[in-house]
């Protein structure tokens, strides 16, 4: 009696360009069955899932990282080349390749698949997005479009599931392994001399843009930039032609086969909404109105969730320090842990707003015409188009924004753009912005977006003064093209916004639960530690006062006093966020005999300068403070981070001393400015 061995696991690589529609076809395929990590020794997201197929079968899927080209310029798409060609230990060699085409820019995704295809690795591609197509006109002739391309084309919508059936066929289909499509000559005579030569057998694509871009291009290795201008010199001026445009000149001739447009009037608006959208003028007032729209929607839809969530925290540490047993523990509890985590977990809400607010922009596609509005004034200050995006992604966090620099090409133009990103006003900096506006700016939430989004723009113009000069002085490149592909105008999806609000609150909630909870326990043991005999001096005199003090003389001329001093410390060994917490803690344990349950911004507006006897919190010092935590580099995670992208601790340290001294420096005259001192 013999026993069936089952077959083992496909694997399955899937690349397409941005805005593809990649990510939804994995999410689609593998639902919850997924995992996301960094390949070992890059700092490039890896993302993996498994399904099943009809037959049963597992299959492993790898989603690779939205590419535009193979052409291996930056982290990006040395890995995409790596994980096709079988290179990398971690991953298996894919027994199927599956290009996500973009079915509204056909012509652009064809040049990725026809890449894929000079590889030589069994190929598979989906027409994705092909309903939106249809309805624009664009008819796509599958099976002539397969015979000309020499790989099977088939026609899906991930965000349905349409085409799916037929693709689980195909994945099981035998399929073999075309050998590699060799370029037009001279250029592949000149690649196999150049391969005997070049370390770790690199294919014809990327040493063909090797020959493209010059012996000082990223990743070439120093001891064949000789030769490589040498086999360059002998092609001649021809070059580039032989290589992308003979690519570009066959995808147009399978288009002119295989797709066809129908012109409708429908067009002429959508065009005029884009001249609206991307005119330096008129686009630039759309982005102001539509960023001051979000921020006046978050303090006003925000206040009433606010309320009730800050009403319920109160009641919490009010019944636990009223049912609990008195003690150091039930103050531990009431004044640390709920004071210090439910000071942060109140604004919740208004971080739920922005990233909703935010990924409604995404997915209707006005966020791309912003990418392209912006792509001048970036290039003016040395960045490009592509630097949108991660700075747009430090909005969020500047951890993923940094990450997210990996899709720009240029090293230089990629490390200045890790060295600013962090300016951006992250979700972080908002708790603090809150109660700071909330205590020194008395105003309609008309007044206080106002101050907002001149905080928002404030990190935005100080981050191109700062990229203005490192290209100009340290990190000087030639500017790389941009490319953006303009998606179509739609109604967002429930699915896919959902989704992404789900996944940005679960991270907030986690990081209150680990980081703040950690540092407001920490913080409550060093502002009980030692005990005082005299109980109205216990904060003062416990280990977090004692530093307060320390550091009081260096932040005396900004307005701040050995209170604001420990916030300051928490928020430099963990985040910016924590400062809101570590105010809450202190003004817990410091409350004496005022109410213990007022909120944090009316403890700040009720405190006395014991000086003056006037209010500690005045508007200078709030003004000030706000500045310093925009330039301010609070947050060790980002630190790591830019240590780790920039492969290099020097940088990360330049980046702290820098964006320290511009907080000091701004602080000190946003207070003198506001009638401080």
């Not at 002429?268 to 921020?295: C, E, K, Q, W, Y």
């Not at 009433?304 to 925290?313: D, H, L, R």
């Not at 004071?339 to 604004?347: E, I, K, L, Q, R």
Request: hydrophobic content about 45%; some cysteine; charged content about 20%.
């Amino acid at each position: 009696m013999t026993t069936a061995t089952a077959a083992p696991p496909l694997t399955i690589a899937l690349i397409g360009n941005p805005n593809s529609g990649k990510s939804t076809l994995f999410n689609r395929l593998t639902g919850l069955r997924q995992r996301v990590g960094n390949y070992p020794g890059v700092t490039v997201e890896r993302r993996v899932g498994r399904f099943a197929l009809a037959s049963g079968r597992d299959a492993t899927i790898v989603d690779l990282p939205g590419v535009r080209s193979l052409a291996p310029r930056s982290p990006d798409e040395r890995i995409a080349v790596d994980v096709l060609l079988g290179r990398r230990a971690d991953v298996a060699a894919p027994d199927v390749v599956v290009v996500v085409l973009n079915a509204l820019h056909l012509e652009v995704s064809l040049y990725l698949l026809q890449q894929v295809r000079e590889l030589g690795v069994p190929v598979l591609a989906c027409a994705n997005v092909a309903d939106e197509a249809e309805r624009k006109g664009i008819r796509i002739d599958y099976e002539s479009l397969s015979g000309a391309m020499g790989v099977p084309v088939l026609r899906t919508v991930a965000t349905r599931g349409e085409g799916f059936d037929e693709l689980m066929r195909h994945l099981e289909a035998p399929r073999k392994r075309f050998p590699p499509t060799p370029l037009p000559e001279p250029v592949h005579s000149a690649c196999e001399r150049l391969r005997r030569e070049w370390p770790g057998n690199p294919g014809d694509v990327e040493i063909a843009d090797a020959l493209i871009e010059g012996p000082d291009a990223d990743g070439i290795p120093a001891s064949l930039a000789a030769r490589i201008s040498e086999e360059s010199d002998k092609i001649g001026p021809d070059l580039r032609d032989l290589i992308v445009g003979s690519r570009h000149r066959r995808i147009a001739a399978v288009c002119a086969l295989a797709v066809k447009r129908e012109t409708r009037e429908a067009r002429g608006s959508i065009r005029l909404m884009d001249r609206v959208f991307t005119n330096p003028v008129s686009g630039t007032a759309i982005f102001l109105a539509v960023m001051l729209l979000i921020f006046w929607g978050m303090f006003s839809a925000s206040a009433i969730p606010m309320n009730a969530i800050e009403s319920g925290i109160e009641s919490l540490k009010h019944w636990t320090a009223v049912r609990l047993p008195q003690g150091m523990f039930t103050d531990l509890l009431a004044d640390g842990v709920i004071a210090g985590v439910g000071a942060v977990v109140v604004f919740l809400p208004q971080i739920i707003l922005l990233f909703l607010f935010l990924g409604i922009l995404e997915d209707s596609g006005y966020l791309s015409r912003a990418v392209l509005l912006l792509d001048k004034p970036l290039s003016l200050v040395g960045l490009s188009g592509r630097g949108f995006v991660p700075l747009l992604g430090s909005m969020a966090c500047a951890v993923p924004g940094v990450m997210a620099t990996r899709v720009i090409p240029d090293a230089r133009e990629r490390l200045a753009t890790i060295l600013v990103a962090p300016l951006m006003t992250c979700s972080a900096r908002l708790p603090v912005y809150t109660v700071l506006i909330g205590t020194v700016i008395v105003g309609s939430a008309a007044t206080q977006a106002f101050v907002l989004l001149g905080l928002y723009m404030l990190g935005l113009a100080s981050a191109l003064a700062v990229a203005l000069v490192l290209r100009r002085t340290t990190l000087r490149s030639r500017r790389t093209d941009f490319v953006v592909e303009l998606p179509p105008y739609r109604w967002p999806s429930l699915r896919t916004t959902g989704m992404q609000l789900w996944q940005r609150t679960k991270m907030f909630l986690k990081r209150a639960g680990t980081v703040i909870l950690g540092i407001s326990i920490l913080l409550w043991f060093l502002t009980n530690f030692p005990k005082s005999p005299e109980p109205a001096h216990q904060l003062e005199r416990s280990v977090a006062g004692r530093a307060g003090k320390l550091v009081e003389p260096a932040i005396r001329p900004l307005g701040y006093d050995w209170k604001i001093g420990i916030g300051l410390l928490t928020s430099f060994f963990s985040a910016r966020e924590v400062f809101v917490s570590s105010m809450s803690t202190i003004y817990s344990v410091d409350a004496g005999e005022g109410d213990p349950e007022a909120s944090l911004a009316r403890r700040l507006r009720e405190e006395r300068d014991p000086g003056t006897g006037g209010p500690r919190w005045t508007r200078p010092v709030g003004l000030s403070l706000m500045v310093f935590y925009v330039f301010a580099m609070l947050c060790s995670s980002t630190v790591v981070t830019v240590a780790r992208e920039s492969a290099s601790w020097r940088w990360a340290l330049v980046q702290v001393g820098f964006m320290s001294a511009l907080a000091y420096v701004a602080a000190f005259v946003t207070y003198r400015v506001a009638g401080g001192g």
